[in-house]
């Protein structure tokens, strides 16, 4: 098949599952087009039958803001018409959506169909909590999608009860490349994060308001009273400056290293024994998994799909969110005993063999058969 992949390219779990969607596709045959105004993070190397087109976004001095949709509009009606695409992928309805919705119109007048699928990751939902201004885009691009994916069950039913939809929304988790995300031997690494007798907790986020980065903070501090560990900070965003002074103002400030924005993230997870997320809003949690791929339990709240990918008592363990006591608790029962630990970790590696890459792209591709066949039959 021949796929136009739109999606934001930036360092966020949407642009992650949507490179490497199309990285993987490729890699099977198919032939993908990326279309995003930013070559996607993790679109680093030539890969054959991968190709992008950058969506120009340059500034024209009597518009307050850049034209990004009509960009993008025209750009998609670009790519499909000369590359022949046979289908378009868009992650995210705003605005990806919206303006997939328009590209289909521009091409339908010159006779030609493309359909839509459209993935929801979560914030367009969020963004209707933000403003309502926001929903009527969001359900009608939703509604005229020829398909809908969402990332969890959750989202999927917040989805419906949100919004009026009439469609089917398939319900395609996360999924996680084992040939990246594996435990592997780094051991220099730890002996230079922390002692031989210490614990190293793990947080990995864009350290928006929604991930409860203080909350984080607070769980460490409690465990790290009863057991001698380290905690790692790894990304960056709005919340990190709080995050920081309130792990100074905590004394902490020897124990929590802020490593900021890392790409080789696998290495950091590979010698870690626990990961903290501890999310208010979360469809899937793709951070959880990638720490899981690692043999890294995980303590979570029990935000959105959260406890779709972590299991209460098996993987980990899930509290309610702000509930940093029960959360600091849990930790504890996990590191305490080395055999427990190891428990756990295998409980993990189990449960993120279920969303292998190997098992989830079969089930993209048979959705794309399914939306490109229905299109072909209405169209006939
Ligand atoms: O979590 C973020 O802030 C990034 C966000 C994004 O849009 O990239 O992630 C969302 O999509 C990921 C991939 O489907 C999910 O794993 C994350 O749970 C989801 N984040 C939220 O719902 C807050």
């Known amino acids: 098949m021949k796929i136009g992949i739109v999606c934001y390219p930036t360092y966020g779990g949407s642009g992650v599952i949507a490179t490497e969607l199309g990285l993987g596709l490729a890699r099977k045959g198919h032939q993908i087009h990326f279309i995003t105004y930013r070559r996607p993070a993790r679109l680093g190397h030539f890969q054959e039958n991968v190709f992008y087109h950058e969506v120009d976004t340059s500034d024209y001095p009597l518009f307050e803001f850049p034209p990004y949709e009509t960009a993008l509009a025209g750009k998609m009606v670009d790519v499909v018409r000369f590359e022949n695409l046979d289908l378009l992928h868009v992650h995210y309805a705003i605005p990806h959506a919206a303006v997939a919705y328009m590209a289909k119109k521009i091409l339908l007048s010159e006779g030609r169909y493309v359909p839509v699928i459209t993935t929801l990751h979560g914030t367009d939902i969020t963004l209707v909590g933000n403003n309502s201004a926001f929903k009527p885009v969001i359900e009608f691009s939703i509604n005229k999608s020829d398909g809908v994916t969402a990332v969890s069950d959750h989202l999927k039913q917040q989805t419906y009860d949100y919004f009026n939809i009439k469609k089917d929304i398939r319900v395609i988790p996360n999924f996680i490349d084992f040939d990246r995300f594996k435990r592997s031997n780094k ?99 793709l951070a959880a998994l990638e720490a899981m791929a690692c043999e890294v339990p995980v303590i979570s709240t029990n935000a959105g799909g959260i406890p779709e990918v972590n299991i209460h008592g098996v993987t980990g363990f899930v509290s309610d969110i702000g509930d940093v006591n029960d959360m600091a608790k849990n930790a504890i029962t996990i590191l305490s005993s080395e055999e427990t630990l190891t428990t756990f970790r295998t409980q993990a590696l189990a449960q ?20 490109i066949e229905a299109s072909n039959l209405s169209n006939e």
């Open 352 to 371: 993120a063999r279920r969303f292998d890459i190997n098992n989830i792209l079969p089930i993209y591709e048979e959705y794309y058969e399914e939306i």
């Open 187 to 285: 051991e220099h690494f730890r002996k230079a994060i922390a002692l031989d007798n210490e614990r190293i907790l793990i947080h990995v986020s864009n350290f928006r308001k929604v991930k409860r980065v203080e909350d984080v903070i607070s769980v460490f501090a409690k465990v790290n009273e009863q057991l001698a560990s380290k905690l790692l900070l790894i990304g960056d965003g709005p919340e990190r400056w709080n995050a920081e002074s309130y792990s100074r103002s905590l004394g902490l400030g020897d124990q929590i290293r802020f490593l900021g924005k890392q790409d080789a993230i696998e290495e950091l997870l590979a010698v870690s024994d626990l990961f903290l997320l501890t999310s208010e809003k979360e469809s899937f949690g």
